[in-house]
Every structure is written in C-alpha cells, then in structure tokens.
C-alpha cells in the first residue's frame, strides 16, 4: 500500500482522466443549474440529470459566440473535455459549445465542425475558384450502383458530350466511407482533371452524414482544381457544402454546373461565324478605302510625279533661259556692231580708204616724222591695196620752195 498526499492524489487523478481520449472530446445533455457570470466574462455552471451532476466551466471566449447565454432551468447539448480541477479537488466539465437539446446530437457536432473549420479559413469566399468554361476532363466521386452516378453522366452526354468523365468510385455512406471517399478524391489529383464532383443521391441527415466528415472536408479543401458539392438534395446542407468552390442543390444540377450546353455553344459559334463575317467584311472595305487614299497620296508623291514636274520646270527654264541668251546675243550683236562701226571709224584701213598710206622704215617702224628718214633710206608705203617699197631723195630748196608757192597757189 502506497502513502499519497493530496497533492500527489490529485495530480494522479487529473492525469488518469487527461489520458482517457472519451473525455477530451465529449457530448453531455443536461440541464443548466446555478448558472452565474464572472465579472472577467468566464461563465460557471452545473450540468444536471435527476439527481446526477457535473460542475461546468465555459471560459468567456466561448460565451462571447453565443447569440443569448442559457438560464437555469435549460435543456442543452454540452461538449467539451473533462478534467480534475486538483484546487477544490473537483471533476469538472469544460465547455467549448453549447446548443440546445432540442436540436440534437448530429446538429450539434455539425454546428461545432462548422465553427472550427470556418475560423481555420476552410469556407473563405476569397478561395473559392470559378469552373472551367470548357472542361477537357471531368472527375465524378460518387457510389458506382446509386442513382447518382447515371444522372450525372446522362446530363453531360446531353449537355457537353465532347467532354472526358473520369470516375472514381467510393461508398457514400456507414462505416469507412469517408476513407473511400479521401482516397478517390486523391486519386483524381493525380489525374488532369480540370473540375470534380461529389454527389450522392438524397437521404436521412444520418445517411449524408459522411459528407459532415472533417477528414473529407480536408480532402476537398486540399483539391488542386474547382470541386462542386453536389449531395442529397436542395434543402440538405452537408460541411462540404461550404469547402467547395460550388455548392450544387443535386447530383443533376452539379453536373449541369460543370457542363455547358452543346446546343447554346452552337448558336453562340455561329453568331460569332456571322459577326466576324460581318467584321471582317467591314475591315476589308474599309482597307480598301485606306489603300485607295494612300494610292492617291503616294502617286501624288512618287518620283514619276515628281519628274513630270521636274520635267516642265526644266522646260520652263530653257525656255527662259533660251529666250535670255537670245536676247543677250542680240544686244551684244548690236553692240559689237557699234563697236564695229567706231573701230571702223577709226581704223587705219578705212584712212587708207581715202587714199592715205602708212610709211614705215625697212625695220617696220612707223614714220611720221621727216627727221626719221635720210636720203637713200628704204622705206615700205601701206596702202588700201597692197604694198609697196621705196627710197627717199634728198630734198631740194627750190623743191620746197615750188611745193609751197604750189599750196599758196590751191589756197
């Protein structure tokens, strides 16, 4: 036999039931008893059954969530961890959701998951993705023998017939069905899908309750590609509901979401034949007009245009430039024959012409002077025609005197 203190009692006590996995995650229904407030916000209560109770401790955290704080007297579904308060040597419940009874076990583990994985960022509207327009591959998880699984497929044969379905089959419901379920949808990560979908036909809330799985809800929050939930029916809500990207009210309607209508494609294809006919008809017109303008611009501007200008200036300017020598030749024409007429005038020659000549000595020295000469000196005397030679005489007295008396006489 072994001495304990109260200390070490307790101590063993508080880890005897932290040990036990039943009650660090625990459902209790009971009715509020002594139900009080602390002014830190913390909350302390009984839970009652008959004559059984259980002391409750609800830190303010949890209290702050709660839409109203229950009263005394009130039926509720309690979960939490129980735990050994060692101080007052006391077993106690710590509450970290409170529902009312009336709602049930299902609902209340529901509303639970739904809160933890809500604050965990799982349900963000930021992440969710938008389906592929036109989807090359669609992956389906579902039951092989439920009815599901054919309506899916003959709404895409219908609707989109051009797509690829790639089926992984799970079971939908009991036990390890949540495991079939995780392991198809990784199996359909591993393909190149470009959209999934989850279905499975309607049924009790217990029967879709492996869609309320939180491994499941993990799997599809981890899909590398859009997944739309497509489970039981319109007015069923299941926690995949809010991790997938799209939530589909049936299977039907999940595989109308992923699917676009073959026949509106068609209609939308040939109003854009007709409209890019239409485009391009008034593209090509109005081309055409563009390279009109540009023709008339660029034969305004090309070199052939310009040379037939060229052309006409070069004529215009030896036009004028014709005309200005002739006029230039002209004048110098009238000028040289003025020029002409004084040289004329004053030209030896035309003396000659009036029957003078030019005496120069045997040197071709110009003799204007008697003293320039002596008597048998050779002369040549230049006249009108021709030329010829001479020699000077001596000079007489009475030559000079009978020359004068003779130009007295003339005079």
């Known amino acids: 036999m072994q001495l304990l203190t109260v200390s070490q009692l307790n101590t063993y006590l508080r880890d005897l039931l932290d040990a036990d996995d039943l009650l660090r995650d625990v459902w209790v229904e009971g009715e509020i008893s002594s139900f009080s407030r602390h002014f830190s916000g913390h909350c302390y209560f009984t839970l009652k059954e008959g004559d059984a109770q259980i002391g409750a401790v609800m830190w303010k955290s949890t209290a702050s969530r709660l839409a109203t704080l229950p009263v005394n007297g009130e039926a509720v579904l309690a979960h939490g961890r129980v735990?050994?308060?060692?101080?007052?040597?006391?077993?106690?419940?710590?509450?970290d959701l409170l529902r009312p009874a009336g709602i049930g076990l299902l609902q209340a583990q529901f509303e639970r998951l739904k809160e933890r994985l809500a604050a965990e960022g799982l349900f963000e509207p930021s992440r969710k993705r938008?389906?592929?327009?036109?989807?090359?591959?669609?992956?389906?998880?579902?039951?092989?023998?439920?009815?599901?699984?054919?309506?899916?497929?003959n709404v895409l044969r219908r609707r989109y017939p051009l797509t690829e379905v790639i089926f992984a089959p799970c079971r939908v419901q009991g036990a390890g069905a949540a495991d079939t379920i995780i392991d198809a949808l990784y199996a359909l990560y591993e393909t190149?899908?470009?959209?999934?979908?989850?279905?499975?036909?309607?049924?009790a809330a217990e029967d879709l309750w492996t869609f309320n799985d939180e491994q499941v809800a993990r799997a599809v929050f981890a899909s590398p590609v859009p997944v739309v939930s497509g489970v039981g029916h319109e007015t069923d809500t299941t926690i995949i509901d809010f991790v997938a990207d799209v939530r589909a009210p049936t299977p039907s309607a999940a595989a109308e979401l992923v699917s676009p209508d073959i026949e509106e494609l068609t209609d939308d294809i040939a109003q854009m034949r007709s409209r890019l006919s239409a485009a391009m008809t008034q593209r090509l017109a109005n081309a055409r007009e563009t390279i009109v303008r540009l023709k008339l611009r660029l034969d305004m501007r090309s070199p052939e245009s310009r040379i037939r200008r060229d052309r006409q200036h070069i004529d215009e300017f030896i036009r004028r430039a014709t005309t200005t020598v002739e006029r230039r030749i002209t004048l110098s024409r009238?000028?040289?024959?003025?020029?002409?007429?004084?040289?004329?005038?004053?030209?030896p020659l035309a003396t000659l012409e009036r029957g003078y000549a030019v005496v120069q000595s045997s040197q071709g020295t110009l003799i204007t002077d008697a003293s320039q000469v002596a008597p048998d000196d050779r002369i040549e005397i230049v006249v009108r025609r021709g030329r010829f030679r001479?020699?000077?005489?001596?000079?007489?007295?009475?030559?000079?005197?009978a020359n004068e008396g003779k130009k007295q006489t003339q005079t």
């Not at 735990?83 to 509450?95: N, S």
């Not at 938008?130 to 497929?153: C, E, F, K, N, Y």
């Not at 190149?192 to 279905?199: E, Q």
């Not at 009238?334 to 030209?347: T, Y």
């Open 390 to 401: 001479a020699h000077v005489e001596p000079w007489s007295t009475a030559d000079s005197a």
């Open 192 to 203: 190149n899908v470009d959209v999934i979908i989850v279905a499975r036909g309607g049924g």
């Open 130 to 153: 938008p389906l592929p327009l036109l989807p090359h591959r669609i992956g389906i998880v579902t039951s092989p023998t439920g009815a599901a699984l054919q309506d899916m497929l």
């Open 83 to 95: 735990a050994f308060y060692e101080v007052r040597g006391q077993v106690q419940l710590y509450v």
């Open 334 to 347: 009238a000028h040289l024959d003025g020029v002409r007429g004084r040289l004329e005038a004053l030209s």
